[in-house]
Each structure stands twice: as structure tokens, then as C-alpha cells.
């Protein structure tokens, strides 16, 4: 059974930083890469990072130089360290596994910041 434990996701003010973690389990096949999107109102969802197996990072451009993502595969977690957050950051961000040609998602937390 796929299993998500997402966490860290609250209200900020602009220019503030949070942090947010995901754990995956259950998985059935390799994981090929793990990372975070979010989907704010009205607005299709959208890539925000994500972590190769072999610890390629890509980012939106619009979170480059502000957020960092990490993974531990032993774990099969990943972190998402964001700074210097905007009101435009505002979303629910989805923890995301590739895995063979499969998406598995989690249920998201929302984030919040205010300005």
C-alpha cells in the first residue's frame, strides 16, 4: 500500500522560510525521482523541484536561488527547504514519486504567505 507522510506546510510572512518533508512508502517499483508541485487556485498544477536517483535537482525558474530540495534514498524522503517565500508561493504543494512510468502523489499541505 502507497503511503505518504507530507509535513511543514503553515502560514508565513513574505520573506520568511518553512520547510517541508516527505516520506514515501509502499512504492513498488524503483523510485526514479521524488519532488514537490503545487496547485494554487484557478491555476493548473505546477512543478516546483524534484530529485533524480542520481541526485539531479531541477527547479521551476520561478523558485531557483530560494528553495532547495534534498532526498535520502534509504529513506525514501525528501526535503524541500524554502526561502525568501512570496504571497505567490501560496499553494498546496504535492509531494510527488516517479517510479517506471507510474506518478504516485500525496495528499498535499498547503502553504500560506502572506505579505
Known amino acids: 500500500q502507497v503511503q505518504f507522510v507530507e509535513s511543514g506546510g503553515g502560514l508565513v510572512q513574505a520573506g520568511g522560510s518553512l520547510s517541508l518533508s516527505c516520506a514515501a512508502s509502499?512504492?513498488?517499483?524503483?523510485?526514479?525521482?521524488i519532488g514537490w508541485y503545487r496547485q494554487a487556485p484557478g491555476k493548473q498544477r505546477e512543478l516546483v523541484a524534484i530529485?533524480?536517483?542520481?541526485?539531479?535537482?531541477n527547479y521551476a525558474d520561478s523558485v531557483k536561488g530560494r528553495f532547495i530540495i534534498s532526498r535520502d534514498n534509504a529513506k525514501n524522503t525528501v526535503l524541500l527547504q524554502m526561502n525568501s517565500l512570496k504571497p505567490e508561493d501560496t499553494a498546496v504543494y504535492y509531494c510527488?514519486?516517479?517510479?517506471?512510468?507510474?506518478?504516485?502523489w500525496g495528499q498535499g499541505t498547503q502553504v500560506t504567505v502572506s505579505s
Open positions: 509502499g512504492i513498488p517499483f524503483s523510485i526514479n525521482a
Open positions: 510527488n514519486v516517479k517510479a517506471f512510468r507510474f506518478d504516485y
Open positions: 530529485i533524480t536517483s542520481g541526485n539531479i535537482r
